[in-house]
């Protein structure tokens, strides 16, 4: 949810100018000569671009120290030796490829600076070593907040491919999935379709099987057997295996001829009758489902392509978003609608939050061109006026907002409807596009061409762009201005149309 947040504005004021890399160390020898002007330098620069540090002292200076500073090596060792610049090196100039860094890394130790070395007891104290400092240079470039906002994934609310990213949980009335069971089981996977379509066989063959071995052991066919003046209620009945096979062969009507219930009881006879009730009453259920889930057109989906970005421009006037959506199949989709839905984050006057706010974007609803004849590919307009939700976005505002816009494409399957429509599977592809996916002041490019006796379509052309000029103000504020225009304008016209007064003779 915190993701469709707006986000903060980018605000630089507070960072200062640090190097990127530690200044190497000097070479005394080298930089003997310009050392002092280097130094004055140095540390000029760094008291204009951060006047409300105190500086640290220069190499050779005369005047005091802060007290909340150490005392550096140029004041030491102008002590001992004042007339040679050599002993305390000057620092390296600011490279002109230098970061920015946050103006508190002034606290952290050991942050390299263009000023001269600490004393050297304090450094033989606390050592710096080389590892210490690349891990805190890595930790100073990644710029604050900022660059990591811009760095943290988009939960999105729906994939490309049209997955809604929404887990349900805490189900605490779960019997009601029970009683739809028709649309439970169509909607398992199908691996689990599988098993809960063989564990409904293989478990009423066993229960049956099993009350028919305890009907023969009750009455003693089991103890029997063998015997040919006994007269058996299932014959060849004589334990658990022969009467699992006997509920497999009556269930499935096969018949081998070897088994078979007699006369001699009746509890056989109802046992055989329930057992075939039960079997039917699977078989339509198990079967239904089968084809159901088998028929269902959920992969024609898979064949209605949309545009991997939306694009912004004017079209006959009006700033327009548009994208495009095609049909791979020759079998086309009767009766299309496509429909697109706002998903973003607000918070009302009263100071209510809600999360994930759904709202419509006019696709031509009024006008009937929301409804599509999917033949070839299909530019889709939203006209950006006074009910759209984009009034108020320009260019500028686009790169701060966080919304995402889903995409509903619905049709009947040509396959499985008839003429009249009366029957047919509806198919839903759905795909959604959030604020770094639109393009402002693109068109994509056409991809149709005239051929001998046919028109043609370049999928290959279908995701091309080419950039149009676009003003980058919202469409309110192209509005206003040509509402100035016009009032202008019509002044104009007004003076030059207003008769005037002959002079007198």
Not at 97 to 126: D, E
Not at 379 to 395: G, K, L, Q, T, Y
Request: some cysteine; charged content about 25%; overall charge positive.
């Amino acid at each position: 949810v915190l993701a469709y947040l707006p986000r903060p504005p980018t605000d630089t004021s507070r960072y200062g100018t640090f190097p990127q890399k530690p200044a190497l160390p000097a070479t005394p020898g080298a930089l003997a000569e310009d050392g002092q002007q280097q130094a004055s330098a140095t540390a000029a620069k760094r008291s204009a671009q951060m006047p409300n540090y105190p500086s640290p002292p220069r190499c050779g200076g005369g005047g005091p120290s802060k007290p909340s500073l150490p005392p550096s090596c140029s004041s030491v060792a102008a002590q001992h030796h004042p007339s040679d610049p050599s002993r305390c090196p000057p620092a390296a100039p600011r490279e002109a490829g230098g970061h920015w860094y946050p103006m508190h890394a002034l606290s952290v130790p050991n942050i390299p600076s263009s000023a001269c070395g600490k004393t050297p007891a304090r450094s033989a104290a606390v050592p710096a070593p080389e590892g210490l400092q690349s891990r805190r240079r890595k930790l100073l470039e990644e710029d604050g907040p900022v660059v990591q906002a811009s760095k943290r994934q988009r939960q999105r609310y729906v994939t490309k491919v049209g997955k809604c990213q929404v887990n349900l949980g805490n189900i605490q009335e779960k019997k009601r999935f029970l009683s739809d069971i028709f649309t439970t089981i169509v909607d398992l996977k199908y691996r689990w379709f599988l098993f809960v379509f063989m564990m409904c066989y293989i478990v009423t063959w066993v229960v049956f099987g099993t009350v028919y071995f305890f009907d023969a052991w009750a009455r003693g066919d089991v103890r029997h057997r063998g015997d040919p003046e006994w007269r058996a209620c299932i014959e060849n009945v004589d334990g658990f295996i022969s009467a699992l096979l006997f509920s497999v062969e009556s269930q499935r009507t096969i018949g081998y001829g070897s088994r078979m219930v007699t006369a001699n009881c009746a509890e056989g006879v109802v046992l055989l009758m329930a057992q075939s009730i039960v079997g039917s009453m699977i078989d339509a259920l198990m079967v239904g489902c089968m084809f159901v889930k088998i028929s269902r057109p959920k992969k024609r989906a898979q064949t209605l392509i949309f545009s991997k970005n939306c694009v912004v421009s004017r079209r006959d006037g009006k700033l327009c978003l548009m994208f495009r959506v095609g049909d791979l199949r020759d079998s086309h989709m009767v009766d299309a609608k496509i429909r697109a839905k706002l998903i973003k984050s607000r918070q009302t006057a009263e100071g209510e939050f809600i999360p994930l706010e759904q709202s419509e974007l006019n696709l031509g609803y009024d006008t009937g061109e929301d409804r599509l004849f999917l033949v070839e590919p299909q530019i889709i307009c939203h006209v950006i006026n006074r009910r759209s939700p984009f009034w108020d976005m320009s260019a500028e505002s686009l790169r701060r907002e966080q919304f995402e816009i889903i995409i509903i494409l619905e049709g009947i399957v040509e396959a499985t409807g008839n003429r009249c429509l009366a029957a047919g599977m509806t198919c839903q592809a759905r795909t959604s596009y959030t604020e770094d996916e639109i393009l402002w002041g693109y068109r994509f490019e056409p991809c149709m061409s005239l051929e001998k006796g046919a028109f043609r379509v370049d999928y290959s052309r279908f995701e091309m762009t080419f950039e149009v000029q676009t003003p980058a103000a919202s469409a309110k504020e192209l509005h206003e201005l040509e509402r100035q225009e016009h009032s202008t304008l019509s002044l104009y016209r007004d003076h030059l149309l207003q008769p005037r007064a002959l002079p007198g003779p």
